[in-house]
């Protein structure tokens, strides 16, 4: 193995744990809009829709589209929109963007080189969040149903 | 380069677009924030929804709106005329993006670069009217809890 690709591998490595790390500070505040979403009419298949989406999709505004559409449709205000549920998320997951950036400036990589790695970071720790947030929110609902 | 590595470099590329974009086409939404949900409405939108996603080549889509254009007109709705010739304006220098961005793409395989372009524009309309559509809904959503 090459030097350079030696050192590609390493960078990989820091970046997973950098990742990794920030999922796991994630898990309060997922715990707690887990929370707020089992007060509401969402059912499983709605929350784990949005996990679904985040872990195939390759764009955070596929995400974050998805969030405004729901929010905008529950003119009830019982689901996504109950409470500002649906824009505080929103608000928490394009606030990410500030560790991805945090993520990448620490790995100290060239900006000009992969000018696109802030981003895909950022995807990553959406996905991450909402990881989370599906695992509590289900683990509530079958609390609930008991 | 490989013909799978043409087609991941497009897609991250396109991606990254989109991403970019999504608040030029808030942006968008919220200067026309008056028209909504009235003069405007969620069927429309979700009708030039259908018909980007549907479009087989960029003219069709402009036609659409010339249409929705010339349609308000006749109905004395010189605002929502504005509407639809602004959206038509923003839609079409999304060409100028296209061109950027096949600068830095090869042409897919049995395409000349007309067809490219047209294809790419197309593409970037559809992204930049997925956001139009929900930030839209989102914003009258706020409007109603106003």
Redesign the interface.
């Known amino acids: 193995m090459g030097n350079q690709a030696v050192q590609q591998v390493a960078l990989r490595v820091v970046l997973e744990r950098a990742i990794a790390r920030k999922s796991d500070e994630y898990d309060r505040l997922a715990r707690q809009y887990a929370n707020q979403l089992i007060a509401t009419k969402l059912d499983k298949t709605q929350v784990r829709g949005l996990e679904t989406l985040a872990s195939t999709t ?5 995400i ?3 969030l ?2 729901r ?5 009830g ?1 019982e689901r996504w ?1 109950k409470e ?1 549920i649906g ?1 505080n998320l929103l608000t928490d997951l394009e606030g990410l963007r500030r560790d991805a950036r945090d993520i990448v400036d620490k790995l100290g990589v060239d900006k000009d080189k992969d ?2 790695l802030e ?1 895909q970071v950022h995807l990553r720790l959406c996905r991450e969040f909402l990881k989370h947030l599906a695992a509590h929110f289900e683990y509530l609902k079958v609390e609930q149903e008991r | 380069m490989s013909e799978l590595a043409h087609l991941l470099k497009r897609k991250q590329s396109i991606a990254a677009w989109s991403d970019r974009w999504q608040a030029e086409a808030a942006r968008f939404a919220d200067s026309h924030r008056d028209l909504l949900p009235r003069r405007i409405t969620s069927a429309q939108l979700y009708g030039l929804g259908n018909v980007v996603r549907s479009a087989r080549r960029y003219a069709d889509i402009e036609r659409f709106i010339r249409h929705q254009a010339e349609k308000a007109e006749r109905a004395g709705r010189l605002d929502v005329q504005g509407y639809w010739n602004d959206l038509k304006d923003a839609l079409g220098k999304l060409r100028g993006e296209a061109q950027a961005l096949l600068k830095t793409l090869p042409f897919p395989a049995g395409m000349d670069s007309r067809e490219a372009l047209d294809a790419l524009h197309r593409e970037l309309a559809e992204l930049y009217v997925q956001h139009l559509i929900a930030h839209s809904s989102y914003q009258t959503a706020g409007a109603k809890e106003n």
């Open positions: 390759d764009k955070v505004s596929d974050t589209d998805w405004k559409l929010v905008g449709r529950d003119s205000r929109a500002g824009r000018p696109d981003r």
